[in-house]
């Protein structure tokens, strides 16, 4: 059974851009986009902004609905309202989806805020890879490559599964980025050669160029999302639950473009 890609929205700018990136992945796996509003069991006693409030609660997926149909004519798209907290909606949906899109903040929050409370709690226990978009992407840079954070020693096969998957159907090069304070460059570079090599056996198709650098890996990542038009990191599920890591929360908060959260499988 092919799973959907699914994608959050309330409203706010940042979602509604999530979910036109959402539906432009969606047909390049050949899926069909869910979108999801989240609306509050009971909203008279929630105060604060309410989602949707442009439009209305169904007006607001009428109008997702209306827009991306103009867009994407042959995306088959199903919109759902459901009566749950946002983070407990979305975690439910990524049980069913092969992909979950949320943007990095949404309607709450406050100025400066870069990444929800939202969004990190899906990156960090969504059982499907997540994608995080930026509230502020880079500018016009060139967006020539797919960037994968791998650690050689402890290598994340659903992460380098996924970013070869998506480095072949995207028609990009692979850049890997393995980040050490440890050890001799050469060693470092012939580590992450080997951790690569059956990668690149499998997906011959796909330009995978490897990069060891002794910058922190945070600061590394950071500096290649400028020119990525995806980065993508490993989210090791026997970590304490809920945890991404001082790394991942780095590039959460940082990236200049949609990260993607791969948790082993």
Do not use: N
């Not at 992407?137 to 970013?163: K, M, N, S, T, W």
């Not at 990542?221 to 639950?241: F, I, N, Y």
């Amino acid at each position: 059974m092919d799973l959907p890609v699914a994608v959050g929205v309330d409203g706010s700018d940042p979602s509604l851009a999530a979910a036109d990136w959402a539906a432009r992945e969606a047909l390049s796996l050949g899926r069909e986009l869910r979108v999801l509003h989240a609306l509050p069991l009971m909203p008279d006693l929630l105060p604060g902004p309410s989602v949707g409030r442009r439009t209305g609660p169904g007006g607001l997926l009428h109008e997702v609905r209306h827009v991306l149909a103009v867009r994407y004519p042959g995306l088959e798209t199903r919109a759902e309202e459901v009566h749950d907290v946002a983070p407990a909606a979305l975690l439910a949906a990524g049980e069913d989806a092969e992909l979950l899109v949320v943007a990095a903040r949404g309607a709450g929050g406050f100025p400066g805020l870069r990444v929800g409370s939202t969004a990190l709690h899906l990156a960090a226990r969504a059982g499907c890879p997540t994608v995080v978009l930026p509230v502020d992407p880079a500018g016009p840079e060139p967006r020539e490559q797919i960037v994968l954070g791998l650690d050689a020693r402890r290598p994340a096969e659903a992460a380098l599964e996924f970013a070869f998957a998506a480095a072949h159907r995207h028609g990009l090069p692979l850049r890997i980025v393995h980040a050490s304070a440890t050890g001799a460059p050469a060693d470092e570079e012939e580590l992450l050669a080997r951790a690569l090599a059956p990668w690149r056996a499998a997906h011959p198709e796909v330009e995978a160029v490897a990069d060891s650098t002794d910058t922190g890996a945070g600061l590394a990542l950071v500096e290649a999302s400028a020119k990525a038009r995806l980065l993508v990191l490993g989210r090791r599920c026997a970590l304490l639950v809920g945890a991404l890591g001082p790394i991942g929360h780095a590039v959460l908060h940082h990236a200049l473009c949609p990260v993607a959260v791969v948790p082993d499988s």
